[in-house]
């Protein structure tokens, strides 16, 4: 079996001075550039990921490299694997697991839904049931998504406003994964974070996502199909920059655990926490495009179609209040310097001449 001779007891890394963690999804967006940072930080990392081929695997598959070059260890393996995890968490310590595996994209559900409950549900309980077991108890960080507050019409989103209405079954999934490791925290006294992550972006960013098809099909000369709502109103997105999530993530980290009981000398429940990580200010698809123009230097031919009600939400707009509050989160990058430095990477990965502003395919 593939793991079980990657999985080598002196090849893993020892408990460092930091944190000790377990990052699924590593081979993602956000799990290469979390690992990478926390690598960069003297933490241990020890990734996992299946490669699936939702998207691209070559490009999963330079991530991996990238890690691997910064002596990240990268297990080839699926988190509904109950053998192969039980196998990390005997050789290694991990205090903490940062679980951002999943299937991702709200509207690949329509076709796809079960590999949504494989990864986002059935994978989450097998991670769940070796951490309530791990000696130590790892504390518990992972992604939901702004996707659970659906069809709200409230404006921004605050963590306690209702989540009863998903648009996608992606959103079911990551909602119904709030309630589970919730019940976790209830029933083994695991400490639990949940991250709604808004819209992410950026450099080693996902093919499926808009702002980077829409830069391939710009430069390649095809449209780009721009979703409306009712009444032809424009879509909006609270895009957040990768780095800005990354920062979320290692404080989300660094303040997970226990709760300190009375005089902070006793140990007291097992934290379950909430937190929006956005950026407070949406833009609207059709300004996302022109921004797209003005870097690439291409006009883009813009396809406008009503939204085909495939899981999408007419906006989101997140209140950070609680994560400023309690993580010291603050987003400091805005869409048009995120997307100059994704649209920087783009050219330099995909080999297209990128010369102030001029792109050439
Ligand atoms: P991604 O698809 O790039 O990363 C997820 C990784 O998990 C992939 O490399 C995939 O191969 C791996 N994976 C999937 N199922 C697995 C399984 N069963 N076992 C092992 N590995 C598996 O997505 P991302 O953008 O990096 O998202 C990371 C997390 O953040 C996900 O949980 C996603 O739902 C969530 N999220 C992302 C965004 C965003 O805009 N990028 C927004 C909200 C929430
Ligand atoms: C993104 C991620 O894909 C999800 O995994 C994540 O959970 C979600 O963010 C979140 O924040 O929770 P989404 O906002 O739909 O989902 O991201 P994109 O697929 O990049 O779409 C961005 C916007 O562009 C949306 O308004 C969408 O309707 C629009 N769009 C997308 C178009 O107008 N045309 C397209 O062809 C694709």
Same mark, same amino acid.
């Given at each position: ?5 990657? *999985? ?31 690598? #960069? ?12 081929? $939702? ?76 951490? #309530? ?15 659970v507050y659906g069809?709200n019409d409230k404006s921004p989103f605050s963590e306690e406003d209702r989540t009863d209405r998903?648009?996608?079954? =992606? ?12 019940? =976790? ?11 709604r ?48 999530? *990354? ?29 929006n ?20 230097? *291409? ?20 209140n ?28 330099? $990965?995909?080999?297209? #001449? ?8």
């Amino acid at each position: 079996i593939q793991w079980e001779k990657q *999985v080598r007891v002196s090849a893993l890394p020892r408990r460092p001075a930091g944190l000790s963690v377990l990052v699924t999804g590593a081979a993602g967006f956000v799990g290469a550039h979390v690992s990478l940072a926390l690598k #960069k930080r003297g933490d241990g990392v020890v990734g996992l990921d299946n490669f699936n081929p $939702y998207y691209d695997p070559s490009l999963k598959r330079s991530r991996a490299s990238l890690l691997r070059a910064q002596k990240v260890f990268v297990v080839d393996g699926d988190v509904n694997d109950a053998r192969l995890l039980a196998k990390l968490f005997d050789v290694v310590a991990f205090t903490h697991v940062m679980h951002l595996a999943a299937q991702a994209g709200v509207r690949y559900a329509i076709e796809n839904p079960h590999s949504y409950v494989h990864s986002n549900v059935a994978g989450l309980v097998g991670l769940l049931e070796a951490c #309530k077991s791990a000696n130590p108890q790892p504390a518990f960080v992972w992604a939901s998504s702004s996707s659970v507050y659906g069809l709200n019409d409230k404006s921004p989103f605050s963590e306690e406003d209702r989540t009863d209405r998903p648009a996608s079954l =992606y959103a079911a999934t990551k909602k119904a994964g709030e309630e589970i490791t919730h019940a =976790y925290n209830h029933i083994y006294g695991l400490s639990v974070t949940g991250l709604r992550f808004f819209t992410v972006y950026g450099p080693w960013g996902r093919p499926d996502m808009a702002y980077f098809s829409f830069t391939r099909n710009i430069l390649q000369g095809k449209p780009v199909t721009i979703y409306r709502g009712k009444n032809r109103a424009d879509l909006a997105r609270d895009f957040t920059y990768i780095d800005d999530i *990354v920062k979320g993530c290692l404080a989300s980290l660094d303040t997970a655990g226990k709760s300190t009981g009375s005089g902070g000398k006793k140990r007291g429940p097992a934290q379950y926490r909430v937190f929006n990580l956005g950026n407070t200010s949406p833009v609207t698809v059709p300004e996302m495009v022109s921004i797209l123009e003005r870097l690439l230097g *291409v006009k883009a031919k813009r396809r406008e179609v009503e939204m085909p009600g495939n899981g999408d939400v007419p906006f989101t707009h997140a209140n950070i209040s609680s994560a400023r509050r309690e993580l010291g989160y603050k987003p400091t990058t805005d869409l048009r310097t995120g997307l100059k430095r994704f649209v920087k990477w783009y050219s330099s $990965y995909y080999g297209y #001449k990128y010369n102030q502003g001029k792109s050439v395919h």
